[in-house]
């Protein structure tokens, strides 16, 4: 028994390094589409996507589903929520990301959790634990620092944590009922019709669409972008099923590591004195929030195991 239950976990745990890795690289590859703008990036990214999933369940004769969701409006409409708040973090982070701002991005995954319990207690009025209040005090207290040191309000953060942790709270709804490639599908699908008009309005302005105006490799990127999409979100799915989603919550961290870093190292920005203090305060918190999901863990299987 026990053979066949550590590959599973090994397997997940790569599963979880492979997905937060690959959004960790982000950075260099939506860099790598410049001067193409972010709402261009965006439309491309969900057209492909779409027909990335149309080719897959064409492939696994996977369609049944689609006629099922027929009168279930609640589930519509929560996909169509999360559908709306991850295109407003693609186009945020794309655009941070191409306007040399990745550390923004970094910032704003580092955020995260703490705005994910926060959510838990305003939304679903979770009462959280010691350790979790006092990261969320220590969270307030970077935004604080950063506003006030860097001498403007920490937006693009702010906006990316919160709309990828109202993503969450979303799918957190309606994830049980759609598995990862039927929910991308369904929440590509609906955000085609508005990629469209996206494609028209910049076709229209005078810069025009940059789509085959930029050689063979920057058009294939953008065409890959859809790949780029949904291989880690498979690979995320893959690692849900196996490991425990406090281990999935730890390793999440690796995302914004790796996102610094190539923001430091590759794209060589600058990041002054006052963000590294508000990333080290940041960093409290989420050692706080750690070491909460640990002990908690820890308790949970003190419970399970037999008398």
Same mark, same amino acid.
């Given at each position: 028994m026990s053979a066949r239950v550590v590959p599973q976990s090994t397997r997940g745990v790569l599963a979880g390094f492979a $997905?937060?890795?690959?959004?960790? !690289?982000? @950075? #260099?590859?939506?860099? *790598? /589409?410049?001067?193409?703008?972010?709402? +261009?990036? =965006?439309?491309?990214?969900?057209?492909?996507?779409?027909?990335?999933?149309?080719?897959?369940?064409?492939?696994?004769?996977?369609?049944?589903?689609?006629?099922?969701?027929?009168?279930?409006?609640?589930?519509?409409?929560?996909?169509?929520?999360?559908?709306?708040?991850?295109?407003?973090?693609?186009?945020?982070?794309?655009?941070?990301?191409?306007?040399?701002?990745?550390?923004? $991005?970094?910032?704003?995954?580092? !955020?995260? @959790? #703490?705005?994910?319990? *926060? /959510?838990?207690?305003?939304?679903?009025? +979770?009462? =959280?634990?010691?350790?979790?209040?006092?990261?969320?005090?220590?969270?307030?207290?970077?935004?604080?620092?950063?506003?006030?040191?860097?001498?403007?309000?920490?937006?693009?953060?702010?906006?990316?944590?919160?709309?990828?942790?109202?993503?969450?709270?979303?799918?957190?709804?309606?994830g049980a009922r759609l598995p990862a490639l039927h929910s991308l599908s369904l929440e590509t699908a609906i955000l085609t019709p508005p990629a469209l008009v996206i494609f028209g309005v910049v076709a229209s302005t005078s810069s025009g669409l940059d789509f085959g105006d930029h050689g063979g490799v920057h058009t294939a990127l953008l065409c890959l972008s859809g790949v780029a999409t949904a291989v880690p979100l498979l690979f995320f799915a893959a690692a849900a099923r196996r490991i425990p989603l406090v281990t999935v919550g730890l390793i999440q961290f690796v995302t914004p590591i790796v996102q610094l870093l190539c923001a430091v190292l590759v794209l060589h920005e600058h990041l002054p004195a006052e963000r590294w203090i508000g990333f080290g305060i940041v960093w409290i918190a989420l050692i706080l929030l750690t070491t909460d999901s640990l002990l908690q863990m820890k308790k949970t299987r003190g419970r399970l195991k037999p008398a």
């Open positions: $997905a937060y890795g690959t959004w960790g !690289l982000f @950075p #260099l590859f939506f860099d *790598a /589409l410049r001067p193409t703008g972010p709402w +261009e990036i =965006l439309a491309h990214r969900i057209v492909w996507t779409l027909l990335l999933c149309v080719v897959v369940l064409l492939v696994m004769r996977d369609w049944r589903w689609i006629a099922e969701l027929r009168g279930q409006r609640r589930l519509l409409a929560g996909v169509t929520v999360a559908a709306f708040l991850i295109a407003i973090n693609w186009v945020v982070y794309v655009a941070a990301v191409t306007s040399g701002h990745t550390s923004d $991005a970094a910032l704003g995954y580092f !955020l995260n @959790p #703490l705005v994910t319990v *926060a /959510l838990g207690v305003v939304v679903l009025h +979770e009462r =959280l634990r010691a350790l979790q209040w006092a990261a969320v005090a220590v969270g307030v207290v970077a935004g604080l620092y950063l506003a006030i040191a860097g001498g403007r309000i920490p937006f693009t953060a702010l906006a990316l944590a919160g709309s990828f942790a109202g993503y969450g709270l979303a799918k957190n709804k309606v």
